[in-house]
DNA sequence: ATGAAAGCGCTAACAC
DNA sequence: GTGTTAGCGCTTTCAT
């Protein structure tokens, strides 16, 4: 059947552009992907044609042709309840309305939990996305390892702790710089006996992020010792902890791994009749949701995402592009504090 | 170029597995989606090659065949800050889950916030989706009469309240009775006294939830008279507006509309040396992390998003069923109540 | 039950 | 600068 003589059945094609401004098929593709080459008047008739047919090229088609998707994968994990931490939020929407000024979709995907590879492969296998976006490295990251290996075009949102052979590109944000903003800050209020509630010793983003406050006290030499704690990421696991250091070491300041534990130091003081910013002074890591409504308003460490989002792709897109250009092999963000009441100054 | 005789180079196609399974490329096609087609042995010759080759269909190509992507779009907003509205995380990753049981991924996109068709258009012309999600119908839905004039399938997370006349497929929750549910668990707590604060009375959705208040109290005889207040979704209206009900009409309890406004009832009983849940009740709605996390944990109700999720694939199934399969027109899910320290009995 | 032919809509390569 | 030819990998139709 003559492709002229269609009934208008779905969206038009090229063939119906071409036809109607009298042009050959070959030349509204240059039309839409290679205006320069088409003399101007007849660019003119043809994005004229485009304009009255509404006119877009068939995604289908050109992932075929191509052998690109303009898709970019991440996976996600189910939300954590009853914890502060909602970095992905923030974290997605930066990446899909960075990707869109960079002519990329973003699709999700979700794998079973206990299996970090899952999904990865069918998409991988399938064509169905150029690049993906790695998240969850935290793991212990065999995700960038098997996709190094595949040759499947990735960028890390942070580094590769466990691999220190590691030659794939990531972007990270520099968590002991964070801690070490919120601990300089506390010690510019005068605080000396700062703690640190941290998560456990195999956590590498934990270490990082203790580390930060570890070299702020020393640099000013002040000791760290017994005023260190470290456990589960949780509520009650912060608010033990800063229990037993508010009755062993008597801090006047908590620097917390996350919001999360932060809150738990919230409820130890709340219990103790001691005042958050008044009496101790608190600091948490993340700038969730729950630091910027809870009462007293709680200081946190805010990761720059956007940026994020934005080298992410930068990077995605020198390793796409024909040919790829060479990369840095990391970025590394700084991190800034939202100052809030739970460390106003030390009172008298 | 005979496709026998290829260099390795990218992954393999249906040809490579007719060559080493013996048969020609249709039956390859069958096996994979008409398994039933092929003699037992021919099957299973095949599927071996399949699995030696680890051979998946090429998207493109098959998206460029059947006409469809398998993909559903779905836009996301921003995270608004400093509320402790998160609704949407939760709800993506059950959709994205759901999804892929169907068969299914998410395409995730944005748009000008000022204009909510921006997006959609694109991805329907390029035919790069096949069906749409819309959750922001809150803002007055021009999304769902705009797709369903381009016979777009979508679902509607939320109910057309603007246009009573809209013949399209939604899935909402019953946020009347949510706080219905949430209204009679104080009433049956012994409070009398219940107040409401909702939102400003444009909100379709505020203005449903306020009135499985009035229901609930009408139900037991109680005067909502001068005991409800109308306001922006921000922790400080909700902070003011607790204010002056608590001065001018004593309520012993408040039901509110978000747990953003709750948040900031417990800001106004903290102000004033109440104890939340021991002097005064409150009950939240989202049951988001802030009130999971929050010191006193803060009672809310909490959306069925999971479910939500999974009658929202199976009705896009339904539409992208050849035929389309009918469909209830909407789908009204139940919320349920999670009961915290901040609705504990009153004292004495 | 299996194979051959055609074509989805597009773009790369080449001819004019 | 523009047109022609070919083919990306798959599935639908029809023949065997």
Redesign the pocket.
Known sequence: ?A?GARTPS?PP???DVAERA??????V??A??NPD???A???ARVQAAIADLG?L??RA??N????TSHLIGLRIQPAQEGTANATMDRFVHSLVETSREAGYHVLLFTGDPTDPLAGYDDLLRSTAVDAFVVTDTYLGNPQAMWLDQRRAPFVAFGRPWQQPGATHAWVDVDGAAGVALATDHLLDKGHRRVAWIGWRKDSAIGEDRRSGWTRAMHLRDLPTTGLASRVEDTVTSGRSAAGVLLDEAAPTAFVCASDTLAMGVLHALAERGLRAGDDVAVVGFDDSQVAQVVRPGLSSVRQPLEQVAVEIVATLEGLLAHPAVPQAQGVLLTPTLEVRDTSGPVRG
């Open positions: 059947m492709r779905g094609t090229l063939a009298g042009v050959s098929r070959q030349t593709s240059n839409v992907n080459l088409l003399r008047d007849t660019l006119y090229p068939n088609a050109r075929l042709r191509t052998r």
